[in-house]
């Protein structure tokens, strides 16, 4: 079965980082893209990052361009989400999700089938 | 701000069929149906329920069932279920990215 369990969330100031994880269990992990994908108090969902299963490629939206890092670690079947210089409009659930796979890649950028979901961990940007 | 426009609710009695549309879809979607559609329950993780524009999950009803037409896609439900009272959200290529659009209340009168 898999399994996806986001940590990390947790209270930052504005202009501050936090590290989210997702670790990863039930499939082979190298296999697979993983992606992050947000969702603001009240709102809709929002893809915002994607890495392909060997890490070689990666693709950000332009909401976190520059500021937010995706990266993963075969060695520990584990995902991450390094975030910096932080907003008030980052507060959300940030939730964690598997590509279906094959990858499917459209003009560069890896567009994910979110086949499995983790329960989310929420980040609050705030003073 | 999605690229991908959806309507904000529809509604329906049990038993009846509704349909969801997705619309501003890339042409490029023709090509690699890269449409998927996802159910979100009041403080749950989305579910994955269509994929590559028709395809269903394994486990998933087949009361769900995906479409496109021209620029946008459609998701439908027969047969409607107090169950089915979500959130649903299409997610595709657009505009040069890849867009949730913004989600369709679905609630069963």
């Known amino acids: 079965e898999v399994q996806l369990l986001e940590s990390g969330g947790g209270w930052v100031q504005p202009g501050g980082s936090l590290r989210l994880s997702c670790a990863a269990s039930?499939?082979?992990?190298?296999?697979?893209?993983m992606a992050w994908v947000r969702q603001a108090p009240g709102k809709g969902l929002e893809w915002i990052s994607i890495?392909?299963?060997?890490?070689?490629?990666?693709s950000y939206a332009d909401a976190v361009k520059g500021r937010f890092t995706i990266s993963r670690d075969k060695s520990k079947n584990t995902m991450f989400l390094d975030m910096n210089s932080l907003r008030a409009g980052d507060t959300a659930v940030y939730y964690c999700a598997k590509d279906r796979g094959p990858l499917t890649v459209v003009r560069g950028l890896i567009i994910p089938v979110f086949e499995s979901w983790g329960q989310g961990t929420l980040v609050t940007v705030s003073s | 701000q999605a690229a991908l426009t959806q309507p904000a609710s529809v509604s329906g009695s049990p038993g009846q069929s509704i349909t969801i549309s997705c619309a501003g879809l890339?042409?490029?979607?023709?090509?690699?149906?890269?449409v998927s559609w996802y159910q979100q329950h009041a403080g749950k993780a989305p579910k994955l329920i269509i994929y590559e524009v028709t395809k269903r999950p394994s486990g998933v009803s087949d009361r769900f069932s995906g479409s496109k037409s021209g620029n946008t896609a459609s998701l439908t439900i027969s047969g409607l279920q107090a169950e089915d009272e979500a959130d649903y959200y299409c997610?595709?290529?657009?505009?040069?990215?890849?867009?949730f659009g913004g989600g369709t209340k679905v609630t069963v009168l």
């Open positions: 890495i392909s299963g060997s890490g070689s490629s990666t």
């Open positions: 890339s042409s490029d979607v023709e090509t690699y149906k890269v």
């Open positions: 039930g499939f082979t992990f190298n296999s697979h893209a």
């Open positions: 997610y595709s290529y657009a505009g040069g990215s890849a867009w």
